[in-house]
DNA sequence: TGTACATCAGTGAACGCGCGTTCACTGATGTAC
DNA sequence: TGTACATCAGTGAACGCGCGTTCACTGATGTAC
């Protein structure tokens, strides 16, 4: 009954009356204000009453805008995976440069630490991701995978015969779609691995007081695997290829 | 008044007593119960009347063993600390081996995924480790150097001028009691930093669904390390020695 | 343009719950003489 | 060895709190004719 007779409604099936626009709005604020809130106590602290309290309404009135606290939460998961996956596209589409998107990975993740935590720090025991969510992260790797998949031969210089974990790889490569060879796959692997390693160190304060500079860490692993298997870049030319 | 007239007292200055053997036993058990409930739901979700039901008290008894839920999980965190220094240290003590030294530290990372996370994890905004636990740190550290400090030239095969990097180095190696060479800081940094990558997102779950077997990635991130900077075990050899 | 109606954002009261923590107490255990 | 006393582990009731969530409601906003 009563059915809209204008049209407002787009393409994608989203409605766009006034009511609707409205909607979207709050819903983006609601989110702003848990992300700030996340901020200053950690996910698990998030409360649905405080979020309320800081929109300046009431704890019901946010279920008009989500069907529970860990309906945001997971929301706030999944456009956390969405705002990586975006930025890392943006990065190899400006061309595949793994280095490139190595510093884009970093910089995403200094710009907002708790979002890097709720995508990849401690996990919930018994919390499952839905789908959705597992999708995007598929986009991520495929990214990891372009930039180095369209470099000449995988990014790999002249090199010798595979080690036993890309013979290993080479029967467990279907997250791959099977188009990148075994030394890319642990490439990326390495890639995705190391740099996890720095930066999630580094955010978590344990570099705190040794007193060197985390971003010259995070270059010199990034220098060190992409310069080959263990020629840094400074001294590649020279020394590897004769 | 009432002083001890026993010498119920060891070296350390604690107590022995039947009293106080009793309550150690019972502090212990009460910390195994913690443990037990963390890992079913998380560090966050640690109750301290639950940890007492679980025993068979009620909430308040535990009070005289801890001084408050936040005093329990502070020691909690010590006890990970510590655990894994100990293991570093025995591992050390056997022969300064980085590959066993690694190895150890992934098996006490899989003995308690929740433990490995309670000291490597997505930390909680606002809160600062006691000065105990730094210094438990500090050790771990020390341990890491001791493997690598202890090989010849700290490890490294025959190698390039300084990177950059590691000149970097050169000006802030206080944490390492200045006993070891940038080039060897550098390696140690790798070490850590690669491990915890490889063995976080394992432990995470985020290689579930992808096929290959992680104890493989981390022998190969291992492999590659101790190699020599980008020269694999397997064929180090035949390529890069001309 | 004006009126009648449907929609729906937000309120306020209430629900049951489990939390950490305090307090005065009881009763068993160990200690001193 | 027996008795008087001190210690202290654990209880049960109570505290105030904030949580997520439900429900019946009001009042503003947009819609249809």
């Known amino acids: 009954m009563a059915e809209a007779t204008n049209n407002d409604t787009q393409a994608n099936g989203a409605k766009t009356g006034p009511r ?13 204000c848990a992300w700030r809130q996340m901020a200053e106590a950690g996910a698990s602290a998030l409360s649905f009453n405080a979020v309320a309290k800081q929109m300046g309404m009431t704890g019901p009135a946010l279920y008009r805008y989500f069907a529970s606290r860990d309906d945001l939460i997971t929301e706030l998961v ?14 190899v589409d400006a061309g595949p440069d793994p280095a490139a998107l190595g510093h884009a990975m970093r910089a995403w993740a200094l710009a907002d630490p708790q979002r890097y935590f709720l995508a990849f720090g401690t996990p919930v025991p018994g919390y499952h991701a839905p789908g959705e969510i597992t999708r995007i992260a598929d986009e991520v790797m495929a ?9 000449p031969a995988g990014g790999l210089p002249a090199r010798g015969p595979a080690t036993p974990f ?7 490569r279907e997250w791959a779609d099977g188009h990148a060879s075994p030394a890319t796959l642990r490439r990326v692997l390495a890639f995705w691995t190391r740099l996890h390693g720095a930066v999630s160190l580094e955010l978590a304060g344990h570099f705190t007081g040794m007193g060197f500079d985390p971003a010259r860490l995070f270059a010199a692993e990034l220098d060190d695997l992409l310069a080959g298997v263990g020629v840094r ?9 004769p």
Request: net charge negative; proline share 2%; charged share 35%.
């Open 20 to 32: 609707e626009r409205y909607r979207a709005q709050v819903r983006a604020e609601i989110k702003e």
């Open 233 to 241: 870049a400074e001294e590649a030319a020279p020394a590897t290829r």
């Open 166 to 172: 890309e013979t290993h790889l080479e029967g467990h």
């Open 78 to 91: 999944k456009d956390a995976y969405r705002s990586l996956a975006d930025t890392m596209r943006a990065s």
């Open 143 to 151: 990214s990891m995978l372009a930039a180095f998949a369209a470099l």
